[in-house]
């Protein structure tokens, strides 16, 4: 089991930055490629992001490239999204999420691929 906690969710106004963290306790942490999705309200959950276990490969959604950076520390069993240039299209509650694995690819895109989870931590960006 991995249990997974997000935090760093906040109010922003469009073109500000935040950084959200996901803290993870329970089994071998960098033996994980993780995830970040999101879902707004009255819509599906979506993919954001994903890093490989070791932090040597990223993916990004389309809409995000550029704009958000994942990251990870797995001495600190921690990983991050950093979000800049923020649009009120980022609205969103925002999950971790873990998927076993050391594959050098993390191109994991559906919400069934990944079997841990986090509550999410809202972000709302103002216009």
């Known amino acids: 089991q991995v249990q997974l906690v997000e935090s760093g969710g906040g109010l922003v106004q469009a073109g500000g930055s935040l950084g959200l963290s996901c803290t993870a306790s329970?089994?071998?942490?960098?033996?994980?490629?993780m995830g970040w999705f999101r879902q707004a309200p009255g819509e599906e959950r979506e993919f954001v992001a994903s890093i490989n276990w070791i932090g040597s490969s990223t993916y990004y959604t389309d809409s995000v490239k550029g704009r958000f950076t994942i990251s990870r520390d797995n001495a600190k069993n921690t990983a991050y999204l950093q979000m800049n240039n923020l649009k009120p299209e980022d609205t969103a509650v925002y999950y971790c999420?873990?998927?076993?694995?050391?594959?050098?690819?993390?191109?994991?895109?559906?919400?069934?691929?990944?079997?841990?989870w986090g509550r999410g931590t809202q972000v709302t960006v103002s216009s």
């Open positions: 999420a873990a998927k076993p694995g050391i594959g050098g690819s993390p191109q994991y895109v559906r919400e069934e691929d990944y079997d841990f």
């Open positions: 329970g089994r071998d942490f960098s033996a994980t490629i």
